[in-house]
């Protein structure tokens, strides 16, 4: 969870910097990373008719921050480059 990984950040920031920054390195993502567990949340009262739900998606929290690192990194690479 988010709240272990910011009690144990001085701990593991050396670890997960090396994690982050593997996909960057050797243009791979760890298979961990690309899973995500889907839950179905009915939008209206009537949870009886399928279309009623939307799918959340719930993601390891180290695929969250490797997400928001290349963000940033493709946002600074094109404003750089024009």
Known sequence: SFKLIMSVDEEISIPLTHLVNL???YYT???VMKYSK???I?????????CNYRPISIQPVVSKI???VVANKLVKFINSTN
Not at 42 to 50: G, L
């Open 29 to 31: 993502v760890l298979n």
């Open 42 to 50: 009915a939008k209206s009262e009537n949870d009886n008719i399928f």
């Open 38 to 40: 889907f839950i179905p």
């Open 66 to 68: 490797l997400k928001k």
């Open 23 to 25: 996909p960057s390195t």
